[in-house]
């Protein structure tokens, strides 16, 4: 019996090239064509963009996205290289910061699970997202 291979994506992102948001949404798009219910590609996306915009503002430096389609949920992660710092965390944003500061609370509301996995060098920011829309939800 042959084993399925695991959809999968894996993208090197530019040190502070923030054209790779859009080029990270279009290439998770193209993954996800026909994966989970109503919505949730598009969560996916959104929560994608949050995660490499954050790697590159806030560490300057590459990044690696990688997205993985399991046959119960999609997991997407986004490792930088900086040393160890200060873990990212949720934090409420301020009036006068317009759309500045929602990113991870935005991952935190709609991802099913989420967190930060230190690695040798740098950490990686993940979430995941179930492949069927929430029955509550809808």
Known sequence: MKEQAVPQL???????????VPEAR????????HWGGPGQSEVAELLASELVTNA?????EGAVLTATV????????VRDF??????????????DE???GRGLVLVESLADDWGVRPCEVGKSVWFELGAEADAEAA
């Open 82 to 95: 900086v040393g160890r710092g200060r873990q990212p965390r949720p934090r409420a944003p301020q009036r």
């Open 26 to 33: 279009r290439a998770l798009r193209e993954l996800l064509r």
């Open 98 to 100: 317009s759309t500045n």
């Open 10 to 20: 894996r993208r090197r992102l530019g040190r502070a090239d923030l054209r790779a």
């Open 56 to 60: 590159l503002v806030h560490t300057d």
């Open 70 to 77: 399991g046959p119960r949920a999609l997991r997407v992660e």
